[in-house]
């Protein structure tokens, strides 16, 4: 069911610091590639998502770069916080399917 | 409700039972998915309902388990004869549907553990 390959598994930052995410996919149909972020006993929450008629989506601390060519998109995390460490998964959609994720990775954002 | 409610929070159960999960959506959405998520792992499709329509039942790894979703709002899912490899978090979301571009509101899982 894999069709998103999503690393690094696990990424420690210093507070300020740039946390970037990346992930590949190979269906080239997908229009739809959302990220989300899920903190310990909560559900995953939508964080920012991106088309692919567009290169990249900035939401305050959070961007997302999309590269059509090489099938690849990725999560910039500026100025990272203590607050962002959590779990964020990529995901890719299909029109009128449903949604596949990455693997997940595991940010921690050192004080 | 104001999101996806589900129940029971955490359910441990012995191996061979049944058990049954249940999701209520977002009130208006359309379109209801479970996912499970095992220790560390990633999310993993399940089911979706869309509207009326068949359920994409292509995620669900056994026939030990089944999903139905009533009038178009409550789903339950059904694990029969439950396994020890059953054990994780099962997650429930719903969208308004109808294709790309609806995020999906998940709601905060019900942990399993088989014993």
């Known amino acids: 069911q894999q069709q998103v390959k999503q690393s690094p598994q696990s990424l420690i930052v210093q507070k300020g610091g740039i946390s970037i995410i990346n992930c590949a996919y190979e269906n080239t149909a997908f229009d739809y590639f959302p990220w989300y972020q899920q903190f310990p006993g909560k559900g995953p929450a939508l964080l920012i998502a991106?088309?692919?008629?567009?290169s990249e989506k900035k939401e305050g601390r959070f961007t997302i770069s999309f590269n059509k060519s090489a099938k690849q998109f990725s999560l910039h995390i500026m100025d990272s916080q203590p607050g962002d460490s959590a779990t964020y998964f990529c995901?890719?959609?299909?029109?009128?399917?449903?949604?596949?994720f990455g693997a997940g990775t595991i940010l921690r954002v050192k004080s | 409700g104001a999101g996806v409610s589900q129940s029971p929070s955490n359910k441990v159960t012995e191996k061979g039972k049944d058990v049954e999960l249940r999701c209520d959506p977002i009130s208006g959405h359309t379109a209801l998915y479970w996912y499970r998520q095992s220790l560390g792992q990633g999310l993993e499709f399940l089911i979706y309902?869309?509207?009326?329509?068949?359920?994409?039942k292509s995620g669900l790894p056994s026939d030990r388990f089944s999903a139905e979703r009533t009038g178009g709002s409550v789903s339950t899912l059904t694990i029969q004869r439950t396994q020890q490899e059953d054990s994780a978090v099962y997650l429930c979301a719903s969208s308004l549907g109808g294709g790309s571009g609806d995020g999906y509101t998940f709601g905060s899982g019900t942990r399993l553990t088989v014993v």
């Open positions: 991106i088309r692919p008629d567009v």
């Open positions: 309902f869309q509207g009326n329509s068949a359920p994409d």
């Open positions: 995901g890719n959609m299909e029109y009128g399917n449903k949604l596949v």
